[in-house]
């Protein structure tokens, strides 16, 4: 017997109640709850002892037999490392970022990787017409036949296409756009997303299609959906970037298959996106030379450091409360430094308006930029640059030390590759480093040294 059950969703969390409220319990938002009629039937009659359920046999871990997870390459090298080296069977993956950030772009272009070795892939879209992805994918250059594409919006019917054309790995474009006849709420609702969620890990599972699936995100949350479903799916990665920018940060933020602190970089240009092997080398292109207020330091992002540009700006504040304006930086560590700067190198920052950003819209939240983060802010408060070829790196704690940091061999050796040659790191690290022809390296233990040797 089916019935009819009303459940209110707040569209920004996932909190579902039976009985409306004006404000949701669990995140506070306004006006969020929205009804969703589900029809009690096959999938929430589960009652346990409506079926009896086999005892499971549990297994001596060390008996355990594993197989290394085969992995299929897209293609795309920097698609594949963040994914932790190619794609898994059966996986799910959730893609997602802000619209027009170039989601449909990249997932298209990585079928193409696949189908070029003659597999069949399927690329479902929701949201444009055949028409528009086939200009797409001329711009892009897609040479593989087998490459199918279809529009639809039934989840169900998806899933029937699985079965019958059993393709090598399938796209969903997007989860937003998916529908489930059995819920009576819109397309988009969390409700809907969470059910094609839950189908599409079932599907994945069942048959062994790695799918992926693009979700809409923007930074207030003002689309549902994929935050609910990122518990459910396998691997999140974010494609980030600010669209006024070229670049385009591919980030894994979680990963049942691999690390989570892997990126992949691209740049999105006429014919699509392209990859950036030297990551560094583009986010220091724009780099003044000899600015007050400007330091490289070498962040660590996954397995690889990349170079970064950090700045400050101090200047005489206008208003009452001075402004702290942060960007791609933590600000709390920020407020932290700032406080390290008046208390341990007696920089009187009071009534300065402070702006901190790392250039090229790309964001870096280690403690080990710390101590660049402090060396622009002083750089540009006492308006001099700092010394040519000089990279700043190390964790600054309260009382103003300088703390050692992970992975410097590996940072000195890009910031060598780079061209710089004068590296300030803590002296714990200065010790243990191995000698690289050209690089100067000067040990600090505390702040106020660190200014020494750069003003
Ligand atoms: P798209 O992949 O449609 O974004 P999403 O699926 O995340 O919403 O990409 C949208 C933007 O990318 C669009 O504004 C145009 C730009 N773009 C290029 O610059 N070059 C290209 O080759 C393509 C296909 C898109
Ligand atoms: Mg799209």
Known sequence: KKRRKSLYSCQSCGYQTPKWMGRCPECGGWDTLVEEVITEGDRFQASPSAKRVATPEPESILAIETQEEPRMPSGIPEFDRVLGGGIV???????????????????????????????????????????????????????????????????????????SQKPAAVVIDSVQTMYNAELASAPGSVGQVRETTMKLMVAAKKSGIPIFLVGHVTKDGAIAGPRVMEHMVDTVLYFEGDTNHIFRVLRAVKNRFGSTNEIGVFEMRGGGLAQVPNPSALFLAERPESAPGSVVTASMEGTRPILVEVQGLVSRSGLGTPRRTVLGLDSNRVALLVAVMEKKIGMNLAGLDIFMNVAGGVRVTEPAVDLAILAAAASSFLDRPLPEGAVVLGEVGLTGEVRGISQLEGRAAEIRKMGFTHFIVPESGAKRLKKIDGLKVSGVRHVAQAMEILF
């Open 89 to 163: 069977a059966g996986s799910l993956v959730l893609i997602g970022g802000d619209p027009g950030i170039g989601k449909s772009t990249l997932m298209l272009q990585a079928l193409d990787g696949l189908a070029r070795d003659g597999r069949r892939v399927l690329y479902v879209s929701g949201e444009e017409s055949k028409g528009q992805i086939h200009l797409r994918s001329q711009r892009l250059g897609v040479s593989s036949g087998s490459l199918m594409v279809v529009t639809e919006i039934h989840v169900d019917a998806v899933l029937a296409l699985l079965e």
